[in-house]
């Protein structure tokens, strides 16, 4: 079945720096999408990645999906310690309903 | 918009007893919905996809006596578990997406999970 890796599984980051958390799918990707889950919280949707070679960008954060459609990844820039979370890709094939999440990346800030 | 309430937010049982979460989507329709169940510093796993006035599609390895699914409206699934025991004891999670969920845009919408504590 389809399985989605995604590395590093922590990143402790030293606030002001910036770090990539990838994503790696067995399969082709119809899309993939990125959400965020604070200590305690549950996920929150931040963005979804369709199109081959597509970028986006929420602020601080850049999304990237490859252009195989099999890998994507998040770059934050300028740490803060709001950042501070698990965040998970989640890759979608074409006529399935189905989300396949990957391990997920826990990023721990210090000031 | 596309906001998904649970409830309750926690329960604590005794095991043997049964525990029914409510999944409501409160502001969209939602023909599906997803439950999942998430274990400590680990990722989500799906147990199952809820279709309205369908019977539930259940993953592999979860078994559907025991994790009772009712998709009884647009904007409510229910999950009980039956017969609860200490390895049941987890952070259960439900989405639901607008429309049938095979579109590639989908998205799913997250309810902020029920925390479930078998004793």
């Known amino acids: 079945g389809q399985q989605v890796m995604q590395i590093p599984q922590y990143q402790h980051v030293q606030e002001g720096e910036d770090f990539t958390t990838y994503c790696n799918s067995s399969t082709t990707l119809s899309n993939i999408q990125w959400y965020k889950q604070r200590p305690g919280g549950h996920p929150v949707f931040l963005i979804q990645?369709?199109?081959?070679?597509e970028v986006k960008k929420q602020k601080r954060l850049t999304f990237q999906f490859g252009e195989a459609k099999k890998n994507s990844s998040l770059h934050i820039t300028a740490t803060q310690t709001t950042d501070v979370g698990t965040y998970f890709c989640a890759g979608k094939r074409a006529n399935d309903y189905k989300l396949s999440f990957g391990a997920g990346t826990t990023v721990t800030v210090r000031a | 918009g596309a906001v998904v309430s649970q409830h309750p937010s926690w329960v604590i049982c005794k095991s043997g007893t049964s525990v029914k979460i409510e999944c409501r989507s409160l502001?969209?329709?939602?023909?599906?919905m997803f439950w999942y169940r998430q274990f400590p510093k680990q990722s989500l796993m799906l147990m199952a996809t809820s279709n309205e006035g369908s019977k539930a599609t259940y993953e592999q390895g979860v078994e559907k006596d025991k994790f009772l699914i009712n998709h009884a409206s647009l904007t409510l699934s229910t999950l009980t578990v039956t017969s609860a025991h200490p390895e049941d004891s987890s952070f259960y999670i439900c989405?639901?997406?607008?429309?049938?969920?095979?579109?590639?845009?989908?998205?799913?919408?997250f309810g902020p999970g029920t925390r479930l504590t078998v004793l």
């Open positions: 989405s639901a997406s607008h429309a049938g969920g095979v579109s590639r845009a989908d998205t799913q919408y």
């Open positions: 990645l369709v199109k081959s070679g």
């Open positions: 502001d969209f329709q939602a023909t599906t």
